[in-house]
Protein backbone atom coordinates (compact mmCIF):
# COMPACT_ATOMS: atom_id res chain seq x y z
CA UNK A 1 0.00 0.00 0.00
CA UNK A 2 2.79 2.51 -0.47
CA UNK A 3 1.76 4.69 -2.98
CA UNK A 4 4.35 7.54 -2.15
CA UNK A 5 3.94 9.25 -5.92
CA UNK A 6 0.56 10.51 -5.07
CA UNK A 7 0.76 10.77 -0.81
CA UNK A 8 0.98 14.36 0.54
CA UNK A 9 3.74 16.03 1.49
CA UNK A 10 5.03 15.18 5.10
CA UNK A 11 4.58 18.61 7.44
CA UNK A 12 7.85 18.89 10.57
CA UNK A 13 7.84 20.19 13.47
CA UNK A 14 9.50 20.46 16.46
CA UNK A 15 7.69 19.51 19.77
CA UNK A 16 9.74 21.25 22.03
CA UNK A 17 7.66 19.85 25.36
CA UNK A 18 8.49 16.45 24.08
CA UNK A 19 11.78 16.74 23.25
CA UNK A 20 11.32 15.34 19.39
CA UNK A 21 10.84 16.44 15.71
CA UNK A 22 7.72 15.22 14.00
CA UNK A 23 6.66 14.62 11.00
CA UNK A 24 3.01 14.32 10.02
CA UNK A 25 0.96 13.71 6.61
CA UNK A 26 -2.42 14.63 6.43
CA UNK A 27 -2.57 15.76 10.41
CA UNK A 28 -1.45 12.34 11.22
CA UNK A 29 1.82 11.86 13.10
CA UNK A 30 4.01 9.70 10.93
CA UNK A 31 7.28 9.25 12.87
CA UNK A 32 9.36 11.35 15.45
CA UNK A 33 13.28 11.92 16.39
CA UNK A 34 13.91 12.08 19.80
CA UNK A 35 16.97 14.55 21.17
CA UNK A 36 18.30 15.89 24.08
CA UNK A 37 19.65 19.82 23.68
CA UNK A 38 23.04 20.29 24.94
CA UNK A 39 24.72 23.54 24.87
CA UNK A 40 26.48 23.36 21.33
CA UNK A 41 24.31 20.41 20.02
CA UNK A 42 21.47 18.03 19.42
CA UNK A 43 21.65 14.34 20.86
CA UNK A 44 19.51 12.31 18.69
CA UNK A 45 18.43 9.10 20.72
CA UNK A 46 15.77 7.25 18.92
CA UNK A 47 13.54 7.55 16.01
CA UNK A 48 10.97 5.89 15.01
CA UNK A 49 8.37 5.36 11.77
CA UNK A 50 4.99 4.42 13.00
CA UNK A 51 4.43 0.81 11.35
CA UNK A 52 1.55 1.97 8.73
CA UNK A 53 4.16 4.69 7.30
CA UNK A 54 7.10 2.24 6.73
CA UNK A 55 8.36 1.81 3.67
CA UNK A 56 7.09 5.77 2.24
CA UNK A 57 10.31 7.37 2.71
CA UNK A 58 8.94 9.36 6.33
CA UNK A 59 12.74 7.87 7.82
CA UNK A 60 14.60 9.43 5.28
CA UNK A 61 12.63 12.46 5.09
CA UNK A 62 12.76 12.90 9.12
CA UNK A 63 16.64 12.72 9.33
CA UNK A 64 17.57 15.03 6.20
CA UNK A 65 15.13 17.40 7.97
CA UNK A 66 16.44 17.14 11.70
CA UNK A 67 20.29 17.25 10.10
CA UNK A 68 19.52 20.27 8.18
CA UNK A 69 17.76 21.97 11.42
CA UNK A 70 20.90 21.50 13.64
CA UNK A 71 22.72 23.40 10.58
CA UNK A 72 20.32 25.84 10.80
CA UNK A 73 20.02 26.25 13.89
CA UNK A 74 24.22 26.13 14.22
CA UNK A 75 24.15 22.77 16.17
CA UNK A 76 26.28 19.99 16.07
CA UNK A 77 24.83 17.01 15.98
CA UNK A 78 25.44 13.50 18.08
CA UNK A 79 23.87 10.49 16.49
CA UNK A 80 23.20 8.32 19.65
CA UNK A 81 20.65 6.79 16.95
CA UNK A 82 21.45 4.43 15.43
CA UNK A 83 19.39 5.71 12.72
CA UNK A 84 20.37 8.76 12.20
CA UNK A 85 23.89 7.73 12.29
CA UNK A 86 23.28 5.57 9.98
CA UNK A 87 21.79 8.28 7.88
CA UNK A 88 25.05 10.44 7.93
CA UNK A 89 27.53 7.50 7.22
CA UNK A 90 25.09 7.23 3.24
CA UNK A 91 24.89 10.86 3.24
CA UNK A 92 28.55 12.21 4.23
CA UNK A 93 27.77 15.20 3.31
CA UNK A 94 26.26 15.75 7.02
CA UNK A 95 29.21 14.61 8.45
CA UNK A 96 30.65 18.15 9.31
CA UNK A 97 27.46 18.55 11.85
CA UNK A 98 28.88 15.35 14.21
CA UNK A 99 30.51 17.05 17.43
CA UNK A 100 34.13 16.81 16.67
CA UNK A 101 35.14 14.87 19.61
CA UNK A 102 32.41 12.55 18.15
CA UNK A 103 33.65 12.33 14.72
CA UNK A 104 36.97 10.54 15.55
CA UNK A 105 34.72 7.42 16.98
CA UNK A 106 31.65 7.30 14.49
CA UNK A 107 32.69 5.42 11.75
CA UNK A 108 31.99 5.66 8.09
Given at each position: ???T??A??L?Y??N?????????RD??L???????V??D??????????P?????GV????A?H?LD?A???G??VI??CQF????????????D??????R?A?K?
Amino acid sequence: MSNTASASPLVYSDNVQQHRFEAHRDGQLTGFAEYNVHPDALMFTHTEVLPAFEGQGVGSGLARHVLDEARARGKFVIPVCQFIAGYIRKHPEYLDLVKPETRAAFKL
